[in-house]
């Protein structure tokens, strides 16, 4: 696999924030410029970014899996994300997740067949005051989500 000239002019602007003997250091902002460029991050991407950053491709991988932000398979077009940590387990994490699942027919980790939603659990996303939280594709905190909340908020994104 190879980058677009755009998209390596975009890795180049990343990686000239750090010093010249450290470019791996732009690894994470490299990844979520495939990301929104492919929509996931492929295991080809991967080793193609490692040749790039000049780093193993294990370590691209490390960082891959690691973060709940990277998708490493095609997801929908909105990334449902529910904490289900200790904080918001305990303010009904477990059932905003299986209510999410239950509306849209899917199970944890699992997408829509229309291809719309995918549902998934998440670590802490560090707004246990809030919880149950959830997070739209990686960016809209959703707070207090209870079952009602949930509903409006699938409805909505339905309609988009």
Do not use: W
Not at 30 to 51: D, R, T
Not at 60 to 88: A, D, I, S, W
Not at 121 to 146: Q, T
């Amino acid at each position: 696999m190879s980058f677009s000239e755009s998209t390596l002019a975009r890795f180049a602007r990343e990686v000239a924030k750090y010093p010249a003997d450290q470019k791996q250091s732009a690894v994470m902002a490299c990844l979520a410029i495939i990301q929104q460029e492919q929509g996931f991050v492929s295991a080809e991407s991967e080793k193609a970014l490692a040749e790039v950053l000049g780093m193993p491709p294990i370590a691209v991988h490390e960082v891959t899996t690691f973060y709940n932000m990277y998708n490493q398979q095609p997801v929908g077009r909105y990334k449902l994300n529910v904490c289900t940590n200790l904080p918001c387990q305990l303010r009904g994490g477990q059932k905003a997740l299986d209510h999410v699942c239950g509306k849209l027919g899917v199970e944890d980790g699992g997408t829509t067949a229309d291809g719309k939603f995918t549902v998934q659990h998440s670590e802490c996303l560090g707004a246990c005051a809030d919880a149950p939280v959830l997070l739209v594709n990686d960016r809209e905190m959703c707070s207090f989500m209870g079952t009602e909340r949930l509903d409006e908020l699938l409805d909505t994104l339905r309609k988009n």
